[in-house]
């Protein structure tokens, strides 16, 4: 088992050259499946836990999503960045507290996000955002200054595609402290290439699910450091889920439950974590 400070050194490494891949998942199954592809560290997703749990995104209260962020960090023994929503506050000082917290879960990075919560088309003004990312940075600093901080910049994905203003916030969330920029919603080349440039030499994410036909070898081309994926993941699980259920349901047929992974080989998967199973 990898010790925690040997995970988020190693989650560090990973952001100082070339470009990997942080996929989302959304429960322990779905961590554990992924840490067996090959793949150099992971990210919880906010929306993919809230579906699972049944809520809408958003809407899980800051106490579950500790625990499941918990789940995702003791899953595997991949290094874990957290998808920490809005920091759970709107003031600094709520968000440095919920940081303290998040940081106790043994993750080895968080990112703090500038809309509101349960308010997706309201961004909070953009000095009130810089004063909770450097809340975010001293609480992180306080605590070791081992945990990589995450600045994300919600423009796109609320229904204000304002390049420029978009890396306006980035810029003052790398000012603030952020390690690692993030503007999720961006989808051109030009884009892309603007915001990489606009932040250097700070990494960037990517998030691939908006992007449409970019392959990672594209967004690595552009300087992109690492790409996640959101909950896009999860939502494929869902369509699956969803046309299967829907047919019984529909039609009264079975025939979609044909293409479904067998159960030994998921049995055979998750054996090694049985107490007394395979190593």
């Known amino acids: ?56 995104d958003g809407f899980v209260p800051r106490d579950a999503e500790l625990a499941y962020i918990a789940a995702m960090v003791a899953a595997t023994d991949l290094p874990v960045n957290a998808d920490f929503e809005a920091g759970y506050a709107d003031d600094p000082e709520g968000v440095a507290e919920s940081v303290r917290l998040c940081i106790a879960t043994g993750v080895a990075g968080l990112s703090i996000e500038d809309a509101r919560v349960g308010a997706r088309g309201s961004l909070y003004p953009v000095e009130q955002a810089v004063a909770r990312m450097r809340a975010a940075r001293a609480a992180i600093d306080a605590s070791g200054g081992a945990v990589l901080l995450v600045g994300r910049a919600e423009c796109f994905l609320v229904g204000q595609p304002d390049l420029a203003e978009t890396i306006r916030r980035l810029q003052a969330y790398a000012e603030a402290g952020a390690d690692c920029l993030y503007a999720p919603g961006i989808r051109t080349r030009a884009e892309i290439e603007a915001v990489v440039q606009a932040v250097a030499p700070k990494p960037v994410n990517l998030l691939m699910s908006a992007t449409g036909d970019l392959t990672f070898q594209d967004a690595a081309a552009m300087g992109v450091r690492r790409i996640s994926v959101g909950a896009a993941l999860a939502r494929a699980a869902w369509s699956g889920f969803i046309e299967a259920a829907r047919l019984i349901a529909d039609a009264g047929r079975f025939d979609h439950l044909a293409a479904a992974v067998p159960g030994k080989t998921l049995n055979a998967l998750f054996a090694s974590r049985v107490p007394g199973g395979p190593d």
């Open 1 to 56: 088992m990898a010790s925690l400070a040997d995970r988020r050194r190693q989650f560090r490494a990973l952001h100082d050259a070339g470009c990997f891949v942080i996929p989302n998942p959304w429960d322990e199954g779905s961590a554990r499946y992924l840490a067996t592809l090959g793949f150099k560290a992971l990210a919880t997703t906010s929306a993919g836990y809230a579906y699972a749990s049944g809520r809408a």
